[in-house]
Each structure stands twice: as structure tokens, then as C-alpha cells.
């Protein structure tokens, strides 16, 4: 999600030590490699798909094992006053690192990461576009993720962090808005310790993907996308550009024609995902990368991950990725 500043506290704070305990008495099975491969890097599911050991993002997200026996993870999630999505305990190895990258996929359009660092050290840098901070023991903080960024464990311990995906609620965004006011001088600063009396509902996803995206939504995602790659100006090729736009144009209203025929009718996916094809091959057609003005990220991967991967309940065929020609 796009924010007004690289790195943003929030006004709260937890008993890190607390946290480290029930992190620490998680059992070896808890934790699983990274999806992506990431060398060095793990995590443990807190709420997943159905509560299951998976890293999915679509589906409907329960509680897992290794939440329900940890009290104190949950007074620590309920306090953010969000529906919690995807969240988990994120382990990075000492002498590690998270790549640099840009979170692209549908979900980050309007999903923001909470970070709450549970065992940490100074030597752990967080870079996130031009800014780099080290994250503070039972600090909570958010970050623009559609910038560039990247987690260094410059320590030879294991780092550990609890990692909150959520749309936010009216109560969360407005202890942003203070965040924000307050800037370098923020002092009221909430202290959530631990409640033995306190058992809090936790509210958990369950509507993050529909089985037809509408063509409101994916108007607002491309055009999104189409103003950033054209605020790039002479950093692409005019005449790319013009074919990528027309081509991410029409691709939006035949999907709005199709919507009025069909709505998100079972029997017309076949139809919305042959439409989602022709424009995979479309785009694979346009054999130089267009890179965005925001960020640098190549408007063609941003397009498939953000839109063509989740616009119709039906897998997209062909190549993981899009590529390019040396």
C-alpha cells in the first residue's frame, strides 16, 4: 500500500519479552521455509487459510494452532482494532536478508503490513526507498511496501518479528493520521501489556478475492497503473507505452462488457478467463520492460500480479513470469 513517509510508528507498545517467551516455546514443526526460498528466512502461520500451515492469500482466514495457544500474540493483534489477514511470526536468520523488492500482487493494493519486532538487535537495518531504521523491541510500525525495500540481519542472531496483513479499520488509520501529526515527536505512546484475564475476539478475513473481479475495481487498478507508467515519461518507448494502454484499456471494457451480460455468473468464467488470456499474450507481446515512475517496477509484471492473477477464479496459464528478450 502507498503511504506519505517510508517507515510510520504507531502509538503503541508491547511487553517484548512476553512475546519472545511464547514465541520461544513455539515447537520446531511450527515453523516453515520461506515461499519464495529466501535463504535464511522462515516463519510460523498465526492466521492462514482455514487455520491451515499454508502462505495463501486468498481464502478465509482463521486462526491456527500456534495463535490459539499463544494468549498474549492475540491481545497483541486485537489491540490494533483490525479484521486481521494473513499474519505470521517472520524469522530471519543471523547474517541474512529479505531482497531488495516491491510488493505487487492484488492484495497489496489496499492491504498495509503491521511489523511488531519480538526478538531483534541493533544490527537489524530495514530499508524501505531512500530510509533505513532499525526497528525497536515491542515497537509497532507500518511501511510503504510499493517502494523498494529490504530487511539486512547484520547480527549472528535469529531476528523475529510478529507481521499483521489488514485493510486497516476507521480506529487504525485514525492512530495513523496521529502518527503522522505527531512525526518525530510523538510521545503518547500506549503501553499494551499482558492481560491473564482477557480472552479478545479476534476478527479474521473472510472475504479477500471475489470470483470475478467487478470492473469498477479493476478500472481502479489499472488506471492506477497506466498513470504511473505515463508519469514516466521518456524513461519507456512512446510508442510501447501507447500499445500497453490500449491494450489495458480494451482488456477493461470488454471485462465491463462481459459483466453486464454475465455478472459473476459460474457458467460465463470460461468466457472471463479466455478474455484474461488474450491479454497475457498480449502483454508477453511487448518485449521491453516499461518500467513505473513510482518505483521502478516493470508495468507488465505489475499488471499480471495486481490484476490478471486475480480477476477470475480460474489459474492463469503459461509463464510464472513475464519475460523479456537480453
Known amino acids: 500500500m502507498k503511504l506519505p513517509r517510508e517507515f510510520i510508528r504507531l502509538p503503541l507498545s508491547f511487553d517484548a519479552e512476553k512475546l519472545a517467551t511464547e514465541v520461544r516455546s513455539l515447537p520446531a514443526e511450527a515453523w516453515q521455509s ?25 481464502g478465509p482466514m482463521a486462526e491456527t494452532p500456534w495463535l490459539k495457544q499463544s494468549p498474549y500474540l492475540r491481545q497483541v493483534l486485537a489491540s490494533f482494532q483490525v ?16 531482497p531488495m523488492h516491491v510488493d505487487a500482487n492484488y492484495q497489496w493494493f489496499t492491504r498495509v503490513r503491521i511489523h511488531v519486532p519480538v526478538i531483534t538487535f541493533p544490527e537489524v537495518q530495514f530499508y524501505c526507498g531512500d530510509k533505513c531504521i532499525n526497528m525497536r523491541a515491542g515497537e509497532a510500525w507500518i511501511f510503504d511496501n510499493w517502494r523498494t525495500h529490504r530487511v539486512v540481519n547484520g547480527s549472528t542472531n535469529l531476528r523475529v518479528h510478529l507481521v499483521v496483513d489488514t485493510v486497516g479499520s476507521s480506529a487504525f488509520w485514525g492512530m495513523v493520521e496521529q502518527s503522522l501529526a505527531a512525526g518525530e515527536a510523538q510521545t503518547e505512546i500506549r503501553n499494551v501489556g499482558f492481560d491473564p484475564a482477557l480472552t479478545p475476539n479476534l476478527n479474521t478475513e473472510r472475504v479477500n478475492t471475489l470470483d470475478v473481479m467487478h470492473p469498477g475495481e479493476m478500472e481502479l487498478l489499472t488506471e492506477d497503473l497506466v498513470m504511473d507508467l505515463l508519469a514516466a515519461g521518456k524513461n519507456n518507448d512512446p510508442g510501447l507505452v ?11 471494457q470488454d471485462w465491463k462488457s462481459l459483466w453486464a451480460a454475465f455478472g459473476a455468473d459460474q457458467s460465463a468464467w470460461p468466457a472471463y478467463a479466455k478474455r484474461r488470456d488474450r491479454i497475457l499474450d498480449q502483454l508477453l507481446a511487448i518485449r521491453r520492460p516499461l518500467v513505473l515512475d513510482s518505483n521502478g517496477a516493470v508495468a507488465q509484471k505489475v499488471m499480471r500480479a495486481r490484476v490478471l492473477v486475480a480477476c477470475v477464479n480460474s489459474p492463469l496459464p503459461g509463464l510464472n513470469e513475464i519475460q523479456f528478450a537480453p
Open 34 to 58: 520461506h515461499p519464495t526460498g529466501f535463504k535464511g528466512n522462515s516463519a510460523t502461520p498465526l492466521i492462514s487459510v482455514n487455520g491451515g500451515a499454508n502462505d495463501y492469500f486468498s
Open 242 to 252: 501507447k500499445s500497453f494502454v490500449e491494450v489495458v484499456r480494451s482488456f477493461c
Open 83 to 98: 479484521v486481521c489477514g494473513r499474519s505470521r511470526l517472520m524469522a530471519l536468520a543471523g547474517g541474512s536478508e529479505v
